[in-house]
């Protein structure tokens, strides 16, 4: 029997929610002579004695997270475009999901409901966006099961939303599709460009942004500066860049 045993800043991310679905049905694509079992930290702890691991990978500092679940294929990271059909299409298969297109796109507004880093003009945006010739769909993925957001994101054609965690379900769009991530002015942070670039995606860095509040007294040791500020932003030069692509 093999196990897989995964430790790092929050093992719960591995074992619950979003993290569970994907590397459990990941997982199952093994045939099942190889398919490890997931090890928790209680199991361990049970055992009343040492482990040994064949291979591990050893998370040294906060600022490196990012390289963990990069190894792990977990989070942020798909290494080129053959990958990313091949996920996609796994996931489209296990619910039933056709690649199909509409007449009229939609757009997704993914808020990101929480004390620091958000948008704080974003209904008013919304409805700016809403007189679109397209479907406008606004939500929030705190605590909503993985289907819903895998769902909301396969039928987008254009997803607008601040730089965070969320943008990890740019994966579940079709190619070409477009992804428009919000900066604050003093903010660039890479990983979902290249994530977006790997799936087939169109990725625009949205700067016409200005920063409302600060954040940086809640961010973790180690994290990227100026991450956490609250923005306002640019509805108008907002609307029109959405409109190119509608």
Partial sequence: MNYLYLSFWQEWQALQGWCHEY????????????RPEILTRRHLLNLHTRVSFKRCVVHLRSSQWQLILQDLHLFSYIYNVEEAQWLRSLFYRKYGARATTSAQKQITWISRCCKNRFVVNEE?????????PARVVFVSFNHVDFYYQFAVLADSDILVTIHGAQLTNILFMMPDSVVIELFNPLLYVSHYHNFAVNCGLNHIAFWNTTIVSRGEEDMPKGWTPHLNHNIEV?????????????
């Fill in 234 to 246: 640019n509805a108008t030069v907002l609307v029109e860049r959405v409109r190119s692509f509608v």
């Fill in 124 to 132: 008013s945006v919304v409805d700016r966006l809403a007189t679109l």
């Fill in 23 to 34: 590397l459990v049905t990941v997982l199952n694509t093994l045939p099942r002579s190889e």
